[in-house]
């Protein structure tokens, strides 16, 4: 079973600070890492990919990977209400994503 | 360009019923993946498919459940003889390809299927 462990939350943070997520899996094979994130009865949205160690900016998000110590991040810069919802990580060595159970953030206005 | 569209959003069954629910992948994707998401747990991946064929089937209960994806037409699960424990979200992703450590096999989750038994 292929675990994917996320800091647990909730997250609170004011809004304009910065969200930090983190993520560490058990399989070295995983090739692929995701950051999806779910608002409250919805489905999971696909917000940041990373494939190689490192940083990958996008907007106001930030992925971090570093393959050695099977750790993976995202930063939310200048938090909004909008960004209110539950983060999942997600990784795979081939096309079965295995989830982390999700890190639920809430900006407080 | 449209997403990927699950049908019917919500659907109730009484216990012993069939479920049947169905999937439409995004234009020009062709890999089609069912998760489910019990109340209070993660995503867990059902099954993997392809046009005609399914590819991975390892996270599918052995018993009562089955995929499909035809030549024409939608992907569909279909689930037997509902109990409450199937009672979940069931989400349908899609990727234009799978297994390479790229961009092409980003999943792109439809809006789910929330089936109720009763």
């Known amino acids: 079973q292929k675990e994917v462990e996320q800091n647990s939350g909730p997250l609170s943070v004011p809004e304009g600070a910065i969200a930090s997520l983190n993520c560490t899996y ?3 094979g995983s090739q692929s890492f995701f950051w999806y994130r ?3 009865g919805k489905s999971p949205e696909l917000i940041m990919s990373i494939y190689s160690n490192g940083d990958k900016e996008d907007g ?4 971090q990977l570093n393959k050695a110590s099977q750790y993976v991040s995202l930063l939310i ?3 909004q209400p909008s960004d ?3 983060y999942l990580c997600a990784v795979t060595d081939d096309y079965k994503l295995s989830f982390g159970a999700g890190t639920t953030v809430t900006v407080r206005a | 360009n449209a997403g990927v569209m699950q049908n019917p959003r919500h659907l109730v069954r009484r216990r012993g ?3 049947r629910l169905r999937c439409s992948p995004m234009k020009g994707h062709s890999h089609v993946y069912w998760y489910r998401q019990l109340p209070e747990e993660g995503l867990k991946f059902m099954v993997y498919l392809q046009k005609e064929n399914i590819i991975d089937e390892s996270g599918m209960p052995k018993e009562r459940f089955s995929a499909e994806f035809p030549k024409e037409g939608p992907s569909i699960l279909r689930i037997q003889q509902v109990v409450r424990g199937d009672s979940a979200a ?3 992703a899609s990727s234009p390809a799978a297994g390479h450590g790229d961009s092409y ?6 809006p789910g299927t929330r089936l109720t038994v009763l």
């Open chain 2, 105 to 110: 096999n980003e999943q792109f989750f439809g």
């Open chain 1, 38 to 40: 779910q608002y409250s």
């Open chain 1, 77 to 79: 810069r200048d938090s």
């Open chain 2, 90 to 92: 069931y989400f349908c």
């Open chain 2, 17 to 19: 019923q069939e479920a």
């Open chain 1, 60 to 63: 106001r998000f930030t992925a």
């Open chain 1, 84 to 86: 209110s919802a539950t």
């Open chain 1, 26 to 28: 058990s399989d070295r």
